[in-house]
């Protein structure tokens, strides 16, 4: 086979190359959907329910007749379009989804159900159309939290399910689970809430459709995290046409975390107003837009308990998970439960396992992945337990988890619930976290704080997740004629650095400048297929493919070069841009080779795919070190370490920037992010930055990151995947801290996320009465 240059590179795999994105990013030259104007173009709003659970009746005659008022859609108006799909079913127990109308007919099931789409020449037309539509409200009972819906004599948000469950079933062995808790020394348990989040990422959705009436074809701008997928499922499941008179075309996008991967409901209404307006139309949210219109993520209810041996060992684990996926089913809504529920044994050799998992309806926004989808709720259950159990038994946290931890020599161990684990070395990433956070000395540090009238605790959590399992992602990689090369793939960028990824691992192998290496994501028309991004599979699935193709057009190119040379292709290597004899001074550039006579294109390009048919297992350890104030229940974070296991590092730079972002979204979600609906009338309190607190700086700390990789064994790159990873050991080792900060000087061993000063301050005063009663 033709040798290809692997020595290390300037800008090749393990430099911390800077972002080839943020020039122009950081001057004000990044170009989002929003940005996308074109001349002229209609603008177009949602009206949406006041209420959580209503009937109701429409009449928008009034409003269609105002001025600069072009359409107006209510569901009588779109009856032949396709509603939302759930893209995931049960197996062995199918469901019959309940239908997610594009507009609700007669009946709304949370605050912000769309019941109109306005458009008008100008927004504040638009805005005078919405409150002119007249609607008559008929207000219903509504139920609001997981733990309420599955009450006796709760409301029912669907006639079909009048328990509100979706549907109720079991993963592992109930019977072994059962066997383990009869033999067990003693059992430890906790009941704990994981709080409902809204995304808020920086740029809210937004989308652009323009209507080219010769060809009846639709160009849709849509910020997302994937351009193929959206048409897709708006072609073939909503608007009934064919994908080829469909383009759509994702630009710079500000934020995804997982929300924006799904398709929603202003798509095909902007798809079909264009159409019927033969007009270019926008829309862009508004930040309440957000707050009642997208996806939100977590929202479980747990119980969970683990069967001990007096020594400490885990003999068994039993969890009882309840997950809101509020009024209608988001694209993949059900499996964030189901799937995340695989990884609940972490870490830990655990052979006898059970997990009951229920997905309930409440009058909510729909529930669906953000941010590590189901392995961060996974994670914060299984290490909220394993402390716990430490304090059951008198043991400390470090302790109980350097006893359960899956030995390096037992891999590769296939957990309880069939997850493969085939490579790292989980006590060495504590050990090492511990080092680096003076676990040794933290008595000391509390002493001093006590001192000051302070209470210090220190966490641990030891995380797992599973990545890359989008399905086959294609690369393409093209030599241009002026002797740059451009990748296309479909995976869609928003923020974590696609563009200087792919080029590293193009620059590996042909050693030529970033600058020179172009990369095309979100197009539908430049890009054959794509999966898009989501599970951090960009790297693990879409870099192999990368590096695979990069490596074929380079064997095509020598085949080429070897005319031209004359030579054999066996003694050619590429550097630099250029095809060189080795061990001589003749050689030819890519332009050159690009512009000889007769050059066969198809031999200037190479597709290659890879799929990761059982995925990668990121893994690691994050210690945090907080300081509480009781006399008001402020938390501040000292000290904050993370040693993680993502198998190969591509970029140590943007590695970082992804483990620190993910880290502080974590960070917010313990302290202080929670979406709360009233009880009583399902109205959502914190649907304003008035109401709902989210991470500043401030928030967090210095944190101290590094890596012990273990490279992957199925992944032909190494890697494990990294995009989430910050997210999922951040929030228990938080709350993790907070309890041992608690437990140490009060005696509470219980606190649910978010730890808020109120919460932590009314937490305090109940330790101390209960030391009193004593």
Known sequence: MAQINTAPVKFGVGQSARRKEDDALVRGRGRYTDDHAPAPAMHALMLRSPHAHAKFKIDATQARALPGVALILTADDIKDLGGLPCLFNLPDNPFTAPPYPILAQGEVRHVGDAIAFVVADTLSHARDAIEAVAVEWAPLPAVVGAANAVKKGAPAVWPQFPDNVLFDVGIGNKAAAEAAFANADAVAEISIVNPRIVTNYMETRAAVCEYDAKRDHLTLTIGSQGSHRLRDILCQNILHMPVENMRVICPDVGGGFGTKLFPYREYALIAVASRKLKKSVRWTAERADHFMGDSQGRDNVTTARMALRKDGKFLGMDVDL?????????????????????????????????????????????????????????????????????????????????????????????????????????????????????????????????????????????????????????????????????????????????????????????????????????????????????????????????????????????????????????????????????????????????????????????????????????????????????????????????????????????????????????????????????????????????????????????????????????????????????????????????????????????????????????????????????
């Open 322 to 774: 309840i997950g809101d996926m509020g009024g209608y089913l988001s694209t993949f809504g059900p499996y964030i439960p189901h799937g995340g529920a695989g990884m609940l044994p972490g870490l830990y050799d655990i052979q006898a396992f059970h997990c009951r998992i229920r997905t309930v309806f409440t009058n909510t926004v729909p529930v669906d992945a953000y941010r590590g989808a189901g392995r961060p709720e996974a994670a914060y259950v299984v290490e909220r337990l394993v402390d716990a159990a430490a304090r059951k038994l008198g043991m400390t946290p470090d302790a109980i988890r350097l006893k359960n931890f899956i030995a390096p020599r037992a891999l590769p161990y296939t957990t309880a619930t069939g997850k493969v684990y085939d490579s790292g070395d989980f006590a060495a990433h504590l050990k090492r976290a511990m080092e680096i956070g003076d676990w040794k000395g933290f008595s000391k540090r509390a002493k001093a704080a006590k001192k000051q009238g302070l209470v210090r605790g220190i966490g641990l959590a030891s995380y797992v997740e599973v990545c890359g399992t989008m399905g086959e992602e294609t690369a393409n990689v093209q030599l241009d004629p002026n002797g740059d090369v451009t990748v296309r793939i479909g995976s869609q960028s928003s923020g974590q650095g696609h563009q200087t990824a792919y080029a590293q691992l193009v620059s590996e192998q042909f050693g030529l400048p970033l600058e020179r290496i172009h990369v095309i994501q979100g197009d539908t028309d430049q890009v054959a297929t794509g999966l898009g991004t989501g599970g951090s599979s960009a790297i693990p699935s879409g870099g192999v493919s990368v590096q695979r193709a990069t490596r074929d057009l380079g064997a095509k190119l020598k085949e080429i070069a070897a005319e031209a040379l004359e030579a054999g292709a066996t003694d050619l290597e590429i550097d630099a841009g250029v095809i060189r004899v080795a061990g001589t001074d003749r050689t030819i550039s890519f332009a050159d080779l690009a512009k000889r006579p007769g050059a066969d294109p198809a031999k200037m390009n190479a597709s290659e795919k890879f799929s990761s048919a059982d995925g990668t297992f990121p893994n690691g350890t994050h210690l945090v070190e907080v300081e509480i104030d009781p006399s008001t229940g402020v938390t501040r974070l000292v000290n904050y370490v993370v040693v993680d296991d993502f198998g190969a590092t591509l970029n140590p730079l943007m590695l970082a920037g992804q483990v620190h972002g993910g880290t502080m979204q974590g960070i917010g979600q313990a302290l202080m992010e929670r979406a709360v609906y009233d009880a009583d009338d399902g109205q959502l309190v914190t649907g304003t930055f008035m109401d709902y607190a989210m991470p500043r700086a401030s928030d967090g700390t210095p944190i101290t990151f590094e890596t012990h990789n273990v490279p992957c064994v199925t992944n032909p790159l190494g890697v494990k995947g990294a995009g989430e990873a910050g997210a999922i050991g951040s929030c228990p080792a938080v709350v993790n801290a907070i309890v041992d900060a608690l437990w140490r000087e009060y005696g509470v061993d219980h606190i649910d996320m978010p730890a808020t000063p109120e919460r932590v301050w009314v937490a305090i005063r109940e330790g101390q009465r209960s030391e009193a009663a004593e």
